[in-house]
């Protein structure tokens, strides 16, 4: 049985101006229960090399690929998965630090299949 609990893949598209914050706000979370899964989907600027960066990290995946679009991306994603549980956030998008454990939290409580995050 795979340590992390959810899976949180971002498929990447030269989003080179937002990435860096997108992933912090991921490698940052107050759980150690998550596996985060970069897939560049065969970006032309910056946003590839920015994802080398976390090269190393312990819980960081990284997957470069040519590009095939939102869903082949998300697709390699879930292929390489780990995690009983499967998350997406966007290259464009940041979470707060408390949402992955609070996400365990309540599957683990409730035993729910989904759960649907939303901003304010």
Do not use: W
């Amino acid at each position: 049985m795979s340590k992390y609990f959810i899976s949180v893949i971002m498929p990447i598209y030269n989003a080179e101006k937002y990435v860096k914050k997108s992933i912090d706000s991921l490698v940052n979370q107050t759980t150690n229960e998550i596996e985060i899964i970069l897939v560049d989907d065969g970006s032309t600027d910056g946003s590839g090399s920015i994802c080398d960066q976390y090269d190393g990290s312990e819980n960081v995946k990284i997957i470069h690929k040519e590009n095939g679009g939102l869903s082949d991306a998300r697709n390699a994603g879930i292929d390489a998965a780990k995690g009983k549980f499967l998350g997406f956030v966007d290259s464009d998008d940041y979470i707060e630090a408390t949402l992955v454990e609070k996400a365990v939290a309540c599957l683990q409580k409730e035993k729910y299949d989904v759960i649907h995050c939303n901003t304010p």
